[in-house]
Structure formats: structure tokens, C-alpha cells
């Protein structure tokens, strides 16, 4: 059918080689140096290169920061879980907590992290979902921030805040 964005139908075969010529020009040819740079640059944020170059390609822009909920950091008596913090030093980026209440204070007594804030309230409304993202990353476009979360609730804080992208936990940290 007309306008149709399904890609080729089955069986016919210039039809295939028609739409893979359409995909391979849109896809910019990098040089080699480049590539090496963001590859270091997503081991620089522990990413893997996949996840990086994808929200490269999706934002524009380079990642500058992350967001990580108090649940996907497991805080636990004040305290990141070793292995997490662990794995934050070495993150060359902004690294912010987001808690509740009085567990914000705590959070930012943890030296792995930049800054700590209040996050938005579970299930709370799109505008103060969004003001609580925004009070947290003042200066910051968020199409430059990364969202590590663990909680259902916490993947709506992605368009509140008009972030890059959203990571679950298990997908951030090693196991």
C-alpha cells in the first residue's frame, strides 16, 4: 500500500535490494578514529557501545550525566551496595542519586555520586514528575542525561524529565 514503512515484502527481490541501499545511505559511513573514540567514550560511562552509539544517534548529543534512583542503586543503612559504588568511580560523568524524603541527605554523604535530589514521588503526576527532574539536573539538557532506574514507576520519569534514554539496573551494573 501506499506509504507503507514495513520495509520490503516478502519474495521480492528488488524490492530487498532497493530497501537495503535506502537503509545503508541513510546510516553514516564513520571513519576509524571515530569509532575508536566512542568506543572509548562508552567505556568511559560503562556502557556498552551498542547503547551508546544508539542514544548518540537518537539525541545528537554526547551522554553528560546519569540519574540513578536510590532503588536501582540499592542503598542500603546510607550506604551504596559495594559493587555499584564500585563501578560509579570509574564513570566519567555526572553521577546523580535520586531518593525520598530524608534518604536524599543521605545519599549525598556518598562520595561516588556528584549530587543527590529528591525524585519525583511513585505514580506522581507528569508535571511534578517533571519538575523534580528538571530541579536536578539545573544546566543540563536532558537529552544528555541516561536514566538508571529499577523500579516500574521510575521508566515515566524518562519523558517527564525529557531524558536520553532509560536503563534497568540489571542491564547498568554487572551482576
Avoid at 131 to 137: G, S
Wanted: net charge positive.
Amino acid at each position: 500500500m501506499i506509504g507503507h514503512n514495513r520495509g520490503p515484502q516478502e519474495g521480492q527481490g528488488w524490492h530487498l535490494h532497493c530497501w537495503k541501499r535506502a537503509r545503508a545511505d541513510l546510516l553514516p559511513t564513520l571513519p576509524l578514529e571515530v569509532v575508536r573514540l566512542r568506543v572509548a567514550r562508552a567505556q568511559a560511562l560503562r556502557l556498552d557501545y551498542r547503547t551508546y552509539a544508539s542514544v548518540r544517534a537518537a539525541t545528537g548529543h554526547d551522554v553528560v550525566a546519569f540519574l540513578f534512583s536510590s532503588n536501582a542503586l540499592r542503598v542500603s543503612s546510607g550506604r551504596i551496595a559495594p559493587l555499584r559504588a564500585l563501578h560509579l568511580t570509574a564513570v566519567q560523568a555526572g553521577r546523580i542519586g535520586l531518593a525520598q524524603g530524608l534518604a536524599v541527605a543521605v545519599l549525598a554523604e556518598n562520595p561516588e555520586l556528584t549530587s543527590a535530589h529528591p525524585a519525583p514521588a511513585p505514580f506522581a503526576p507528569w508535571g511534578a514528575a517533571r519538575a523534580a527532574i528538571r530541579a536536578a539536573l539545573p544546566g543540563i539538557s536532558g537529552d544528555r542525561v541516561i536514566l538508571v532506574g529499577a523500579a516500574p514507576w521510575e521508566k515515566d520519569w524518562l519523558s517527564a524529565g525529557g531524558l536520553a534514554a532509560f536503563l534497568p539496573e540489571e542491564r547498568y551494573f554487572p551482576a
